[in-house]
């Protein structure tokens, strides 16, 4: 991933994902969710930058420990996500990161993982959405907000 090679382009994407959930998420997430594997990139570093906590979903028996599972559909087959007991707790508001959204299948089962650890999901937030799979439909009433969506 060229992002990387630079940390002037690195931490200007981190600044402009930051800036849109100040802007755009009221309140503020308790809890930002990263999907394995690419929402591992930017989540962590945006909770770190907002004071608060991070939580992973992962692939199924990835994690340790008791954990929720929630099976979802891909473009290629089924496959199923699990996030940790007391990784988000009741009454949180919970913010999903990804840095793509295609068919929506791996953040609504994300979003499922938060409502079973009765988290509230206050939205997604992608970096690009790949056009035509209608991944948003998927994600019901949340606001979903994806950054590069007006270039």
Do not use: W
Request: aromatic share 6%; glycine share 12%.
């Amino acid at each position: 991933m060229p992002i990387f090679a630079s940390p002037t382009a690195h931490v200007s994407l981190l600044d402009a994902l930051e800036e849109r959930i100040r802007r755009d998420f009221s309140p503020l997430p308790d809890v930002i969710v990263g999907l394995d594997a690419r929402g591992f990139l930017f989540a962590p570093g945006l909770a770190l930058r907002l004071g608060i906590a991070f939580a992973a979903v992962r692939k199924a028996g990835k994690m340790p420990g008791t954990c929720v599972d929630a099976s979802y559909e891909k473009e290629y087959g089924g496959d199923c996500f699990q996030m940790q007991c007391g990784a988000v707790a009741a009454g949180q508001n919970v913010l999903v990161v990804d840095d793509i959204i295609a068919t929506g299948g791996s953040a609504r089962a994300a979003g499922h993982l938060v409502r079973k650890l009765d988290g509230r999901v206050l939205g997604y937030l992608f970096i690009l959405e790949i056009a035509g799979l209608n991944g948003r439909e998927k994600l019901g009433d949340a606001k979903t907000v994806i950054l590069l969506d007006d270039v």
